[in-house]
């Protein structure tokens, strides 16, 4: 059975960092490429970065500088996702994927998780 599973959201003050990671269970993970994406209420769901199978990233503009996707293949493959300097924008619902893609496009990952509640409180 394909499993991604979040965890490390919670609540924390602007300016603090988390560091999210992402457990892949099922199949064989390092061969995929991976990304972060995030739903803030009443927003559709936006990418975040996102990291090729080979190590290439990709991060979208709002997290340039302050966010750094990462992935760890030795044995089962985890994804982090290391948030520095949180906004209050920053506060939303983070998800991690796999596929074939590391890109922006929904579309092209296969596999999803179930989400991890991130607030950032001004």
């Known amino acids: 059975q394909v499993q991604l599973v979040e965890s490390g959201g919670g609540l924390v003050q602007a300016g603090d960092s988390l560091r999210l990671s992402c457990a892949a269970s099922?199949?064989?993970?390092?061969?995929?490429?991976m990304g972060w994406f995030r739903q803030a209420p009443g927003k559709e769901r936006e990418f975040v970065a996102g990291i090729t199978w080979s190590g290439s990233r990709t991060y979208a503009d709002s997290v340039k500088g302050r966010f750094t996707i990462s992935r760890d293949d030795v044995k089962n493959t985890v994804l982090y996702l290391q948030m520095n300097s949180l906004k209050p924008d920053d506060t939303a619902v983070y998800y991690c994927a796999a596929g074939y893609s590391a890109g922006w496009r929904q579309a092209e990952y296969n596999y999803w998780g179930q989400g991890t509640q991130v607030t950032v409180s001004s």
């Open positions: 099922g199949r064989t993970f390092s061969s995929y490429d």
